[in-house]
């Protein structure tokens, strides 16, 4: 493991093996966002504030690169999810105008035609049964991704919540001003 010192805000970053923000320094940037934020000089007559925008876009881009990998993991799966549904429907009209084109091309005899017919509506609920099937594994296996994600969303926010109630509890009491 290696650690980086930042000199303004003295914040350590530590990464894991793979060269990766460990999740747990999110908060410390969360953090360090809020104190920068809240130490800002404020604009006279107003609420708004001056911050270091060199300072403050560098400490959002070390919070974007701890970011877990489950999130850009999760975009990636709902784009493969939709391209994989096209493409599946897409199989599916070929099934089924190749059906159709095969039993215009067998009119010649009834016992022809009925036969042909009944094949191609067997290909054609067969080619939605299949498309219906892989679709349904396919929103099973994202739904368990986003699950996966939405946990780990949660438990940051619990720890955000916590580190911000502890920041609210550890304030000493403001002393009483004689009238």
Do not use: C, Y
Not at 56 to 61: G, N
Not at 114 to 121: H, M, Q, S, Y
Not at 171 to 179: F, G, K, L, T, Y
Request: proline content about 4%; overall charge negative; aromatic content about 2%.
């Amino acid at each position: 493991m290696t650690q980086e010192t930042q000199t303004d805000n003295v914040t350590e970053l530590v990464i894991d093996a793979t060269g990766r923000p460990e999740p747990t320094d999110i908060l410390d940037i969360v953090d360090d966002l809020m104190v920068n934020l809240h130490e800002a000089k404020t604009m006279p007559l107003g609420s708004n504030a001056l911050v270091d925008r060199d300072d403050f876009l560098a400490m959002l881009e070390r919070l974007r690169a701890s970011l877990p990998d489950e999130l850009r993991a999760a975009r990636w799966m709902v784009r493969e999810r939709e391209a994989f549904i096209s493409r599946t429907n897409e199989k599916a009209r070929e099934i089924v105008d190749k059906a159709r084109a095969e039993a215009d091309a067998m009119v010649s005899d009834s016992n022809i035609v009925a036969e042909a017919v009944e094949e191609a509506n067997i290909l054609v609920r067969r080619a939605e049964g299949e498309a219906r099937k892989l679709r349904l594994e396919t929103e099973d296996e994202i739904e368990k991704k986003l699950q996966r994600v939405e946990s780990l969303l949660i438990d940051i926010m619990n720890q955000v919540q916590s580190a911000r109630s502890e920041l609210h509890h550890a304030r000493p009491q403001a002393p009483e001003v004689p009238v």
